[in-house]
T-cell receptor
């Protein structure tokens, strides 16, 4: 699979490979995290979330990993498909604040 | 199952013109938000409304006003449009309570100011 060690704005992936998108969050007290997917010309869509009492959560073809020690969040996409081409944003929710803080986003392009 | 509905989808304004972007949600959410999205800048919060009857400034409020008309509707007004306000605008809503919840976004309004 292909991965991004540090946050990079773009990721090119071969169809069928696994993708890993990384995100560094800023507030060590944040207790809720979300990944959003934004396809061209559309609004961001919820993919998966995780609360701070968990290290890992799985959805359909997606897994989110949370490392609170280094304030790092990752999104793994299994068997990447052309429909996975999009911009992916991570978001964190500090405690006592219902507003989300968004990361810069990673553009994922799937190569046929 | 409409979720968050924004109108219009596209708009071209001349500098100095005014307009109102409309947003409505049918999920009985308490909180609503307006963001703008510019290339390389990510999502930036303009204004938000924690609940019906309250509004607060976000990160980039200058040049905008908002109205939380009722629980369902949250509008964004540009009184005198400037080219710097050319952007894609997203409305979002969320539940609020003892736990945190994610946002549901609308499909966006693409605004060009010439």
């Amino acid at each position: 699979g292909e991965s991004v060690g540090l946050h990079l704005p773009t990721l090119s992936v071969q169809e069928g490979d696994n993708s890993i998108i990384n995100c560094a969050y800023s507030n060590s007290a944040s207790d809720y995290f979300i990944w959003y997917k934004q396809e061209s010309g559309k609004g961001p869509q919820f993919i998966i979330d995780i609360r701070s009492n968990m290290d890992k959560r799985q959805g359909q073809r997606v897994t989110v990993l949370l490392n609170k020690t280094v304030k790092h969040l990752s999104l793994q996409i299994a068997a990447t498909q052309p429909g996975d081409s999009a911009v992916y944003f991570c978001a964190e929710n500090p405690p006592n604040d219902y507003k989300l803080s968004f990361g810069a986003g990673t553009t994922v392009t799937v190569r046929a | 199952n409409a979720g968050v509905t924004q109108t219009p989808k596209f708009q071209v304004l001349k500098t100095g013109q005014s307009m109102t972007l409309q947003c409505a949600q049918d999920m009985n959410h308490n909180s609503m938000y307006w963001y703008r999205q510019d290339p390389g800048m990510g999502l930036r919060l303009i204004y938000y409304s924690a609940s019906e009857g309250t509004t607060d400034k976000g990160e980039v409020p200058n040049g905008y006003n908002v109205s939380r008309l009722n629980k369902r509707e949250f509008s964004l007004r540009l009184e005198s449009a400037a080219p710097s306000q050319t952007s894609v605008y997203f409305c979002a809503s969320s539940k609020t309570g003892t736990a945190n919840y994610g946002y549901t976004f609308g499909s966006g309004t693409r605004l060009t100011v010439v």
